[in-house]
């Protein structure tokens, strides 16, 4: 079993910024990828970003150039660096993880933290 625990959420202005950060723990092998997802009232879950273990990031055009997503594969976390945000990025951002653990090879998700942006 894998758990992802999500934290850095918030308030914040139009053009401010935040990090979240996720932390997977429980028996795991190997996980690859790992990243943000969001979902707006009203809308689908909709991807951020997404980095391998190599490093390897994939971005939302709407993110690109204002949000820089890291891992630490050693601790198991991944960041989210959000800048310059705008009341459009408003939504429940949840950590994804694809992880090999004693059951296999699942997909995970944390509960997920609120992120309010206002103009």
């Known amino acids: 079993q894998v758990q992802l625990v999500e934290s850095g959420g918030g308030l914040v202005q139009a053009g401010g910024s935040l990090r979240l950060s996720c932390a997977a723990s429980?028996?795991?092998?190997?996980?690859?990828?790992m990243g943000w997802y969001r979902q707006a009232p009203g809308k689908q879950r909709e991807l951020v970003a997404t980095?391998?273990?190599?490093?390897?990031?994939n971005y939302a055009d709407s993110v690109k150039g204002r949000f820089t997503i890291s891992r630490d594969n050693a601790k198991n976390t991944v960041n989210l660096q959000m800048n310059s945000l705008k009341p459009e990025d408003t939504a429940v951002y949840y950590c994804?993880?694809?992880?090999?653990?004693?059951?296999?090879?699942?997909?995970?998700w944390g509960q997920g933290t609120q992120v309010t942006v206002s103009s």
């Open positions: 994804n993880a694809g992880a090999v653990s004693r059951a296999g090879l699942y997909d995970y």
């Open positions: 429980g028996s795991i092998f190997s996980i690859n990828p």
């Open positions: 980095i391998t273990s190599g490093g390897t990031t």
